[in-house]
């Protein structure tokens, strides 16, 4: 059976109450309700799609999310958002095709009856699952916090509406740098994945402020690893690389000038399409030790562990960087 992609509605989602984490959530025509008498909790369904967020938690409110709302990006909607998805990026992530068939040939080894994927801030689309959708009888959710991409549930990372153990892959990519507890998010994303289950995530350590208000934390490639000590580490490594950096930053060097629409939007296209070709670069660049020290984000792939797979004392060898500054 191929893959599918799933929604609220599939009767093998074990949905719980992001609220209480207790009851189960019971469907009607506007509203999913929590069954806990305790709780309660009403959320709104906008366009067929729950809003499945703790308001006590969150830094969004239950009303941000109207028809086709726009959060934390907007839908492609303008000529001039369209061109500048078509544009050259100013980052390339240079281990995602490798890592995606890395997940694939995991998915493969697990039990068929259970292949369920979970994505975290799967965005407007433009990240694609091919490599995952081609695994027979996988089960992919879709998850956002803006109803302007492919979300089917809305929720926040912090607050997940799902039962313990009911995941057997977790995908983050590009998310733990816009929420405000990224320990949480992972702690959460440990709780959903099954004993044995795989996670990988994407983050960045050295870009500039993206998503405006919806931006919060950096990290190095040490750092992100303690943010996942609760797994055994597969893989990490180089997502985007030096020469990412730095066409980034020139770009940002430029927009510092002016804050007006028209001449910022000139400064994108015009230093993407002149430096763009550099990130090409980073995919010779990701496979030198001394690059760890100026990339612009890291991946990392591991195995849920019940208990720290690395202690703070071993941290400090873990980092591989340049020898200078040892």
């Known amino acids: 059976m191929p893959a599918r992609f799933i929604d609220s509605t599939d009767p093998s989602l074990p949905l719980c109450c992001p609220c ?9 025509s506007s509203h999913v309700v929590c069954d806990a008498v305790d709780c309660g909790h009403r959320f709104r369904v906008v366009d067929g799609i729950p809003i499945l967020i703790n308001p006590r938690r969150s830094v969004f409110r239950e009303t941000d999310f109207n028809s086709r709302a726009a959060t934390t990006f907007k839908e492609a909607g303008t000529l001039a958002q369209r061109i500048g998805r078509i544009l050259p990026s100013p980052s390339r992530d240079v281990g995602r095709r490798k890592n995606y068939l890395r997940l694939a040939a995991e998915l493969r080894a697990m039990d068929p009856k259970r292949r369920r994927v979970l994505v975290v801030g799967c965005g407007d689309g433009t990240a694609s699952y091919l490599e995952i959708a081609d695994v027979d009888d996988t089960m992919i959710l879709e998850t956002d916090v803006s109803l302007a991409g492919h979300a089917k549930i809305i929720c926040d990372a912090s607050d997940m509406p799902f039962e313990n153990g009911c995941f057997d892959l977790v995908i983050c990519q590009a998310v733990l740098e816009h929420v405000l507890e990224p320990q949480r ?35 190095t490639r040490s750092g992100h690893r303690w943010l996942f000590r609760r797994f055994v580490e597969l893989d990490s490594g180089v997502a985007t ?11 940002y060097f430029l927009l510092s000038w002016t804050g007006r629409l028209w ?8 230093t993407r399409v002149a430096l763009g070709w550099m990130t090409l670069l980073d995919a010779a660049l990701a496979r030198r030790t001394p690059a760890l020290d100026a990339s612009g984000g890291f991946y990392f792939i591991g195995r849920r562990s019940d208990v720290d797979a690395i202690s703070a004392r071993e941290m400090i060898g873990y980092y591989s960087g340049s020898d200078w500054q040892k």
């Open 20 to 28: 209480c984490h207790r009851g189960r959530l019971v469907a009607s």
């Open 185 to 219: 998010c992972v702690d959460e994303m440990h709780r959903v994945l099954r004993a044995g289950g795989v996670i990988y995530a994407t983050t960045p350590f050295m870009q500039q402020v993206h998503m405006g208000e919806f931006d919060f934390m950096r990290f």
């Open 241 to 251: 690389g030096p020469a990412s950096v730095l066409v980034w930053s020139v770009e």
């Open 263 to 270: 001449p910022r939007r000139f400064i994108k296209a015009s």
